[in-house]
């Protein structure tokens, strides 16, 4: 039977959009299928353990809580984190997270918070605040009926995708990594980063799906593909902001 | 000349204020804002002067202002105090304006010499620089809408800064909370703390959700992990940071012990200094306790007995769409508005305290008051729901995000098959009430603009009063 151990990086301080739908989302979709799946808090003090998760999930929280955590990502946790990401592991980083991957986050007066270095992005902030619906396409999800992945962004901060990572979508309505180049997340390696919270995974289960699918080849190579599930829910919850925010339903304008 | 042209101006506006609350009173549309904001264009000092001319009681916090406030208000009545009050909840500064404009006479003297305010979190500190309250209750801090209010230290800060505008207000704080506490440290104001005492906390207290999304497990001073010796609801109960050494203060109002807590009522045993007492709260759910516990605390900075108090407690009316209730002969319709997590979990734990079977309507909206962003409901436990499902015969929901909340429970790990999309929220209610078999409760449970639209249409079904009345 296969299994599939999931990572939630600092659930009690990166929690802030409803973090936990994307892990709620996960694991459902896992058990629906007959997946046995379990979920490992790992918090400040914890060891992180490289070869131990099948997927890594880090999500956004206030500024005062990304502080608490700074030292410890970025003496305990950085190496194997790295090592993780470098060994094809599954990451899912949401808004904070996303940040925290990069290179470095620069404030307002010019100081640059560094960042875990996983990847090759990085963070300014900004005076006005990315808030509001986000739709975007992602390019490798186009067979599926649900290309169009929606959700909600709240950021200051506007990411720059530097050499060696690719954006994970093309922004339909939104603002995305930051309001100027249209584009929406990252891609590096089996890491997936996004603005888009709200929860991201539960509306948008071909992502959610793409993402398991992956995990699951990584670790049990005989493996083809996942059982359709009945999505007409989540389908309908997708098409009712895809027909509000964009003209003409599952066609980009 | 100078001083002229300012009566004038405030004359003007007062009166102008008026005659707009007649006129929307008469048109049947309310406006409990539109009055006070013409009122202040016309004359940006006026909650100065009228302000000055009261003794106030405020109101604020995430959750529990309106109840709160209407406890307040049964007691100040218990105790013959003649009161105004912003009942409709309408809490921004243009709220309170209305209100005060509404009370006073054509010379601009009150009628009711005190008035009981509640108040918005911004518009609380905005309003400090103007008005400046006797006592001021603050219930407790929770994430709430996160793209209308940015983050919940924002937030604590915003009242922070109001509080440091009046330094001789009488604060009453909840103890068992981290962040409303902080409040009253290292300030000159007079200040009491309410809270729960161990025994008091219910047993069966679920901590799966509720240690996953705390909204302060780490020392608001020095970042160190709080160790809690127990937990009421949220991040309430008794924190320590083994570091800095900030703890639950010493508390004034405590609840000692809850004998009994029904789907109606609650029985709760309270010590003050004045004395220990029995009392039953008129409405249920833990949360209502604090709410009460801190009206409590608040009657006994007055100086009122506790007779009185125990009367109010029993007796006072639920405010708008808190747990308002409608009786149709077999069944019963309970409206409870939800805004955030916190009170949401809260909401669902009370509905699985109701041993009747009922039918739940949720009504999710994301207008600008809702929150743009209803993230928010999956920091929502449905832990509660899950386990009753059975005892609820049907799911519906509506509103503007409705198929949003059908996902949500469907990941809750609810039934498919229990939930209904029905956005309208008119069609939504001629289902519900079909589908309702004798004996059984319609819950219904809207966002704030949710609210508005299902409360006219059991207004002009069922002939509920105005809102603002």
Redesign the interface.
Known sequence: MYEIKICHLYPDLLNLYGDYGNIQALVRRLEWRGINVSVHPISIGDPFLPDAYDIVFMGGGPTNEQEILHKDLLGLKKAPLIEAVENDTVFLCICGGYQLMGQYYKLSDGTELECLGAMNHWTIDHEKRMTGNLIFEIEGLKQHPDSLVVGFENHSGKTYLGDGVLPLGKVLYGKGNNGEDGYEGARYRNVYCSYSHGSLLPKNPGLTDEIITLAIKRKYKDFVSLQPLNDHIETAARENLIKRFLNTPNSPK | MKKLINKIRFFTALYLGKCAIYLLRFTGSGGTSFPGKLAMTICPDILRELGAKYRIFMVTGTNGKTTTARIMEQILQENRIKYISNKSGANLISGLITTLISDVKLNASPTSPTALLEVDEAAFRLSSKHIHPAVLVVTNFF?DQ??RYG???NTLNVVKEGILNNPETTLVLNGDDSLCASLGKDVPNPVVYYGMDELAVPEDNNRT?S????DA??CLYC?T?YEYQYYSYGHLGYFKCPNCGYERPELTANVVRIPAMTSEFSTVVISTPSGVFEANINLPGLYNIYNALSAVAFAEVLGFSHKKTIEALSSFESGFGRMESISLGENNIQVILIKNPTGFSQVLKYLSSVYNSSVICFMINDNIADG????????VDFEPLKNMQDNVSQIYVSGT?A??M???L????IF?DHVS?EKDAQNMLDFALDTLKPGETLFILPTYTALLDIRKILKKRFKLKNFWQ
């Open positions: 994430r996160l793209d983050e919940l230290y959700m240690s996953i999304n705390n497990s780490y970042k992990k743009r962003d209803i993230s928010w409901l999956y920091d995000r198929e949003d059908a996902v949500r469907k990941y809750a790990g498919t999309i």
